[in-house]
């Protein structure tokens, strides 16, 4: 099991950025496919992101062009870098850690077992 502590919300204009940060602690994340999910009021849960254990990323459609995973495994941190906001973006994001390796779109089916506290994204229009 990994602890996963979230930071980096917060409210921003139409076209500007922010970058989201999930801590990992209790289990180094190279062993961890991790993702970003986000859910706004009444609607579902949405893939955003994925990075797998190889290091390679994957996006959500709605995303793609705009935001960045990464991850930094001397800090044992995951990010997500978030780029021409829009309203639309306004949600809870979460990030997510599994043990399953995943690849394209599987990375959205794969059970996620290990779930940060979420962090508000608002984005004014």
């Known amino acids: 099991q990994v602890q996963l502590e979230l930071s980096g919300g917060g409210m921003v204009q139409t076209g500007g950025s922010l970058r989201l940060s999930c801590a990992a602690s209790?289990?180094?994340?190279?062993?961890?496919?991790l993702a970003w999910f986000r859910q706004a009021p009444g609607k579902e849960r949405e893939f955003v992101s994925a990075i797998n254990k190889n290091g390679a990323a994957y996006y959500g459609d709605a995303v793609k062009g705009r935001f960045a995973i990464s991850r930094d495994s001397a800090k044992n941190t995951v990010y997500l870098q978030m780029n021409s906001l829009q309203p639309e973006d306004t949600s809870l994001y979460y990030c997510?850690?599994?043990?399953?390796?995943?690849?394209?779109?599987?990375?959205?089916?794969?059970?996620?077992?290990?779930w940060g506290q979420g962090t508000q994204v608002t984005v004014s229009s």
């Open positions: 997510a850690a599994s043990g399953h390796y995943c690849a394209s779109d599987g990375c959205t089916r794969i059970p996620y077992d290990d």
């Open positions: 209790g289990r180094p994340i190279s062993g961890y496919s």
